[in-house]
């Protein structure tokens, strides 16, 4: 799932290496990217390209319908960190991973310092699986702890930016 997928630059790449037996779902906040986006999967005749309708704090994606997750550039963006990873969790299939590429800069200037994401996914029961510096910025890849029971967002204490 590309989530905050925007234009769709990452949705319309991976449909072709899914194949046509995988399922690429391309998810944002915002309705008028995602018509946009629909008249150009349409157009390229993308037939295993869905598109999803989130809120700011819940993707809605589909119980236990996702393998990855790609967040690119979009983390800072989020207002609601907690509840967002909070409401995806159920939407990954065992084994599954979270993977978050940005700038390592503060919020304020559109990156996310790699402590704040790291505490920020373990506060919400997830714990990191792989770092890799990038020319400009990271990759910081996730995966669900085995935790029976999950801190609710309104009960997290905010990490410290």
């Known amino acids: 799932a590309d989530v905050g997928a925007g234009s769709g630059y990452y949705a319309v790449r991976l449909a072709p290496r899914v194949g046509p037996g995988g399922q ?11 018509e946009r986006l629909r008249s150009r999967i349409e157009r ?5 390209v869905t598109l999803a309708l989130g809120d700011p704090h819940d ?23 907690y509840g967002l990873l909070y409401n995806l969790r159920p939407a990954l299939r065992p084994g599954a991973r979270v993977a978050v590429v940005d700038l390592d800069r503060s919020t304020a200037s559109h990156g996310t310092p790699p402590a704040l994401l790291r505490c920020e996914f373990a506060r919400v029961g997830y714990r990191e699986v792989g770092f890799y510096p990038l020319r400009e910025g990271y990759l910081a890849v996730f995966a669900p702890t085995g935790d029976a029971v999950r801190v609710v967002p309104a009960r997290i204490s905010a990490c410290a930016a």
């Open 24 to 34: 690429v779902i391309a998810q944002d906040i915002v309705p008028r990217y995602l």
């Open 44 to 48: 390229e005749g993308l037939s295993n």
């Open 59 to 81: 993707p809605r994606l589909p119980v236990s319908s996702v393998d990855l997750v790609l967040l690119v550039h979009m983390y800072h963006e989020i207002e609601q960190p």
